[in-house]
């Protein structure tokens, strides 16, 4: 059995619930094992950027494929949308008219910010939280 010093979570799932353990001998998990780890437990973690008004905003680690352009995903009471971070465009899903239009403006607000988390992100690094929309 390991011991709790030998059981701690990389940083790559430093904001999502991810039970593993490190293997003995392994003392740290590069990118590409942990973009593995994340792939191979069924979820890619996706960290809290920011919260206002009700809504969720997050960014995946390793989400560069699937809408092959920079963007976050929102959630709002049930309701999940994926916004462009170039244009604050809706890529799929939706949110209640309202509160889209709050998270277009906030991604206006804090573009350079975003961009850059993105890049981060995309690379399994660990995020930079966000002031919410006030």
């Known amino acids: 059995m390991l011991g709790e010093a030998d059981s701690q979570p990389s940083k790559c799932f430093a904001r999502k619930v991810v039970k593993f ?3 003995p001998g392994l003392l740290t998990l590069g990118k590409d094992l942990c973009k593995m780890l994340a792939i191979g437990a069924g979820e890619i973690t996706m960290p ?3 919260m206002f008004y009700g809504i969720v905003i997050r960014m995946y680690f390793y989400d560069d494929k699937q809408h092959h352009v920079p963007h976050l995903h929102a959630e709002y009471a049930g309701k999940r949308g994926v916004f462009n971070l170039e244009n604050g465009e809706v890529l799929s899903g939706a949110l209640p008219p ?3 239009h709050l998270v277009q403006a906030w991604i206006e607000i804090h573009r ?3 961009l850059a988390d993105w890049e981060l992100a995309v690379n399994g690094e660990e995020v930079f939280r966000i002031e919410p929309l006030k």
Request: hydrophobic share 60%; net charge negative; proline share 0%.
């Open 21 to 23: 353990a490190v293997l």
């Open 48 to 50: 809290i950027l920011s």
């Open 98 to 100: 309202g509160k889209a």
């Open 112 to 114: 350079d910010e975003l």
